[in-house]
T-cell receptor
């Protein structure tokens, strides 16, 4: 099992550009979560999906952020337009429900200049 | 809204020492409590998961306890090793939302 796979590992972009972060969850996991980690705010839940359907997107900071899960093996998180305050490490995690642990990818470190 | 707090924020100990990391949460209606380890530049690795009906879980040198009534969990690490150096995070699951503490950065000195 390759685990949760995220790409790219690092992304450096200029303010105003569109950014797309990608995630491949572990096969068979029906929950997928997007988190953002910063020194100031720690780990914050942005959005999560169950069976490819968005369940709770209350953590998505603004309309500039959107996430989709077109099928069980792929999700993306888009930021358009990006701003310097979006700089953070974005993690994707997958799982099978409350009785099982969450599995995290290695994250995408986003820097917006 | 669930809030999770971890104390201390950082801890430095000599190799071989037993240590305890603390986690407190505000919503006692948690479904489970999870402990994770995060190495620099890496994602989080699940260490132990305690269901709300359980009191503790053990894995090797790690033991995690849960006291829902007091809103507290502890992670006990026995005979610490330099390889245990990392940030340890606890997280409480309420509904389908997992809320994380800010972590304890542990350094085990050889």
């Amino acid at each position: 099992d390759a685990g949760v796979i995220q790409s790219p590992r690092h992304e450096v972009t200029e303010m105003g550009q569109e950014v797309t972060l990608r995630c491949k969850p572990i096969s068979g996991h029906d929950y997928l979560f997007w988190y953002r980690q910063t020194m100031m705010r720690g780990l914050e839940l942005l959005i999560y999906f169950n069976n490819n359907v968005p369940i709770d997107d209350s953590g998505m900071p603004e309309d500039r952020f959107s996430a989709k899960m077109p099928n069980a093996s792929f999700s993306n998180l888009k930021i358009q337009p990006s701003e310097p305050r979006d700089s953070a490490v974005y993690f994707c995690a997958s799982g099978t429900g409350g009785s099982s642990p969450l599995h995290f990818g290695n994250g995408t470190r986003l820097t917006v200049t | 809204k669930q809030e999770v707090t971890q104390i201390p924020a950082a801890l430095s100990v000599p190799e071989g020492e037993n240590l305890v990391l603390n986690c407190s949460f505000t919503d006692s209606a948690i479904y489970n409590l999870q402990w994770f380890r995060q190495d620099p530049g890496k994602g989080l690795t699940s260490l132990l998961l305690i269901q709300s009906s359980q009191r503790e879980q053990t894995s090797g040198r790690l033991n995690a306890s849960l006291d829902k009534s007091s809103g507290r969990s502890t992670l006990y690490i026995a005979a610490s090793q330099p390889g245990d150096s990392a940030t340890y995070l606890c997280a409480g699951l309420s509904g389908s939302r997992l809320t994380f503490g800010e972590g304890t950065q542990l350094t085990v000195n050889p």
